[in-house]
């Protein structure tokens, strides 16, 4: 069984930063992409970066020079960093895995990060 688990999260000021982690358990192989999404209050979830098997990155225009998505050594693992956070990146972040055998993505629980101006 699949099992996506986030950390990292918190209150940070303004101007600071954050990293972000994520692990996929039960399913180590095969993985398609793994990446980050964010909702804020009221507004829908969107992508923020996403790191393919093949190594290729796609990040949101919000956070392009700011946030970097890698790979830990192992490939179940992804990271989000964030610098120069601001307080529209206030939302819960969300790690997004694809397998390239399952039809659907498998998801976290979310870490929320509160930025404060």
């Known amino acids: 069984q699949v099992q996506v688990v986030e950390s990292g999260g918190g209150l940070v000021q303004a101007g600071g930063s954050l990293r972000l982690s994520c692990v996929a358990s039960?399913?180590?192989?095969?993985?398609?992409?793994m990446g980050w999404y964010r909702q804020a209050p009221g507004k829908q979830r969107e992508l923020v970066a996403q790191?393919?098997?093949?190594?290729?990155?796609n990040y949101a225009d919000s956070v392009k020079g700011r946030f970097t998505v890698s790979r830990g050594n192992a490939k179940n693992t992804v990271y989000l960093r964030m610098n120069s956070l601001k307080p529209d990146d206030t939302a819960i972040y969300y790690c997004?895995?694809?397998?390239?055998?399952?039809?659907?993505?498998?998801w976290g629980q979310g870490t929320q990060v509160t930025v404060s101006s």
């Open positions: 790191l393919t098997s093949s190594g290729s990155t």
């Open positions: 997004n895995v694809r397998y390239t055998w399952s039809p659907s993505d498998f």
């Open positions: 039960g399913a180590i192989f095969n993985i398609n992409a």
